[in-house]
């Protein structure tokens, strides 16, 4: 009887180890083929993305390079199943600097184009974009100090529209750049919290195709400053539930 009782324990930690295996080894398929899930640590793309926010990118949008691996492994060139994003997707890429960091931004530029910032203004081969007047933008939450942005509704040439903040000082050396000539096979990044954003105007300089690991495309989880570690209630009250499974555009 001994021997049955211990035969049964042994199949059954045999299934239960089993089991781990596969959802460990289906897990990682999922995040390495088809999503991801990421965290917004900081307000560059505000009012697109807020901090606080979760969400998932699709990593078989643009096809699969090294980056689209965990710890960027294997070694490979190029892509495999390529296929091209367009101007303004939002993309999670590795930064070139060190190919480690990853970065979320919109996609400003294509390759060839040429990218300038006048007085605030992002001109695209020569022409300033289409914006309109959207209203004050209170930025109180995950800061020190409140900060009120002037919110515009930015339009891409071929006519793809999202919102952006400004400052509307110009006195930042974002706000006023040489003119960028995209080399191919690269792309111009910028953050949609236009004076609040380390991103190719800067530091970030071109961003090869091989460092996009995805598209950004729903949130699937959001919550404000409110809570706190020790009170479970405040962790409810703290979720922007209107903010859930939102479509990123």
Excluded: C
Aim: glycine share 6%.
């Amino acid at each position: 009887m001994e021997q049955v009782e211990e035969q049964k324990k042994e199949e059954s930690l045999g299934e239960t180890l089993k089991t781990v295996f596969w959802a460990i080894i289906i897990a990682i398929t999922i995040r390495t083929f088809l999503f991801e899930p990421y965290k917004i640590p900081s307000g560059s793309m505000y009012p697109t993305l807020q901090v606080g926010d979760f969400l998932f990118i699709s990593k078989y949008t643009y096809g699969y390079s090294r980056h689209s691996f965990p710890f960027s492994f294997p070694t490979f060139k190029g892509r495999i199943w390529e296929d091209l994003p367009e101007r303004g997707d939002v993309v999670v890429f590795k930064y070139p600097g060190d190919n480690k960091t990853d970065y979320i931004k919109r996609i400003v530029g294509m390759p060839g184009d040429r990218i300038q910032v006048i007085d605030g203004r992002l001109h695209i081969n020569g022409k300033a974009t289409k914006r309109e007047y959207v209203g004050k933008y209170l930025i109180d939450e995950y800061v020190i100090l409140p900060i009120e942005f002037t919110e515009y509704k930015e339009t891409m040439p071929e006519g793809k529209s999202y919102n952006i903040l400004e400052l509307n000082d110009n006195m930042r050396v974002v706000d006023n750049t040489v003119e960028f000539i995209i080399p191919q096979g690269h792309y111009f990044m910028m953050g949609d919290n236009r004076d609040n954003s380390n991103d190719s105007r800067k530091d970030v300089g071109f961003v090869p195709l091989e460092n996009i690991e995805g598209k950004a495309r729903f949130l699937f989880y959001s919550h404000d400053s409110s809570s706190v570690w020790y009170n479970p209630i405040s962790w409810l009250k703290a979720i922007r539930w209107k903010r859930l499974f939102s479509k990123i555009e």
